[in-house]
C-alpha cells in the first residue's frame, strides 16, 4: 500500500511541477507532499489504497473493524470529490486523478502511471488497462474492451473494442488516429 501511494506522490509531483517564481515548491519534497495532500483528488486515491489493502488483509478482527473506517472514509470522499474507485480494482504505482467529479473506476485491472481526468468511465467489465495510459475528459471504456501500454484515449472518445500499444485514439467509437501515443505531461502554467 504505501509503496503505490509513493508511486501516486511521485507521478503526480513529476505531472504538476509544483513551483513559484521563488522555486521554494521544488526545492522541499516534503512542501510538494504537503500541497499534494490539500488537493481533494488525492484523497480518493489514499481512500482506495487503504479500502483495497484492508480487503487483503487476513486479520479477521481487525479486518473487520478496519473496513467500517475504510467504507465510512469511502462514503464520505465520495460525497466530497463525485469520485468513484472500487476498492476491487487492483491499480499499479502512479494512478493520478488529474480534475475530480464525475470519475468512476470498476473493479479492473489498471496498470502503472495511470492519468484519469474529470467524466472518464472504466467498466468493471473491461478486461484490463496497461501501463502509461491517459484518459482525457469524458473519455469512456466499456465492455469487454482491452487497452495496450502507451495509449492516448482522447476527451470524450468511446472505447468498445480491444485498443493496441503506443496509439491515440478518438472519437465515437474510437478510432486510432495516431501511432506513437504517449501520455501527456501537464505544461506548466503561470498564474499572473
Known sequence: MLDNLRGDFAKNRADRKFTLESGGWSRSVWLSNLRILAAMNTWTIITYRFAHWVVKLRIPVVKQLLMIVAVVLERWVRLWTGIIIDRDAEIGPGLVVHTP?????????????????????????????????????????????????????????????????????????????????????FAKTTVG
Open 101 to 185: 467529479y464525475a470519475v468512476f473506476v470498476g473493479a479492473t485491472r489498471i496498470g502503472a502511471n495511470c492519468t484519469v481526468c474529470s467524466g472518464v468511465v472504466i467498466s468493471a467489465g473491461s478486461r484490463g488497462i496497461g501501463d502509461n495510459v491517459f484518459f482525457g475528459p469524458g473519455a469512456k471504456l466499456l465492455g469487454t474492451a482491452k487497452v495496450g501500454n502507451n495509449v492516448v484515449i482522447m476527451a470524450n472518445s468511446l472505447v468498445l473494442t480491444d485498443v493496441p500499444d503506443d496509439t491515440t485514439i478518438v472519437g465515437v467509437p474510437a478510432r486510432i488516429r495516431l501511432r506513437g501515443g504517449k501520455p501527456q505531461r
